[in-house]
Antibody, heavy 115, light 106 residues
């Protein structure tokens, strides 16, 4: 079964950092592009970042550029999102999603930025 | 920057046909994907490419595109189709989602 499982969410103070992880299983992870997508409470979906299958091409939404870093470890079938200088507006459920126009989604991990 | 525009809310009578639209410049170059999201759940892909349905998606869901507009059509809407629907497109520097359309089945 194809599966994506996010972890690492939690409560963090403004200005703090958090690292999200996504564990992939049931498919050849190294062959697929991956994304992070987030959804603030009561709001729509917002694309956050993209990484190619090899990790050589990376894109970020303007709202997170310079603060977030996407990476992957194909040997560990894992995707990561390092989030620094967190703001209240980064509060959201963060989803790991497969391919540039996602066909498989994880269940998400919740990040709350609050003092 | 590019954006995708959707109507915030649409309603349909049970068993009738409804079209949800998405407008944006990126749709002139890339096909839209469509996602259904129910409360408390992750999005589910319902349409991708020219008009393709993933396994398990009922054939009452279909997609089309013309110029800068993509459409998701539900023919014979069911009560379980009540949900938020999002369009998605690639663009030159990543990815875009529409603001979402809340579909109510009356």
């Amino acid at each position: 079964e194809v599966q994506l499982v996010e972890s690492g969410g939690g409560l963090v103070q403004p200005g703090g950092s958090l690292r999200l992880s996504c564990a992939a299983s049931g498919f050849t992870f190294s062959s697929y592009e991956m994304n992070w997508v987030r959804q603030a409470p009561g709001k729509g979906l917002e694309w956050v970042s993209y990484i190619s299958s090899s990790g050589s091409t990376i894109y970020y939404a303007d709202s997170v550029k310079g603060r977030f870093t996407i990476s992957r470890d194909n040997a560990k079938n894992s995707l990561y999102l390092q989030m620094n200088s967190l703001r209240a507006e980064d509060t959201a459920v963060y989803y790991c999603a497969r391919t540039i126009q996602p066909d498989v989604w994880g269940k998400g991990t919740t990040v709350t930025v609050s003092s | 920057s590019s954006e995708l525009t959707q109507d915030p809310a649409v309603s349909v009578a049970l068993g009738q046909t409804v079209r949800i639209t998405c407008q944006g410049d990126s749709l002139r170059s890339y096909y839209a994907s469509w996602y259904q999201q129910k409360p408390g759940q992750a999005p589910v892909l319902v349409i991708y490419g020219k008009n393709n349905r993933p396994s398990g998606i009922p054939d009452r869901f279909s997609g089309s595109s013309s110029g800068n507009t993509a459409s998701l059509t539900i023919t014979g809407a069911q009560a379980e189709d009540e949900a938020d629907y999002y369009c998605n497109s690639r663009d030159s520097s990543g990815n875009l989602f529409g603001g979402g359309t809340k579909l109510t089945v009356l």
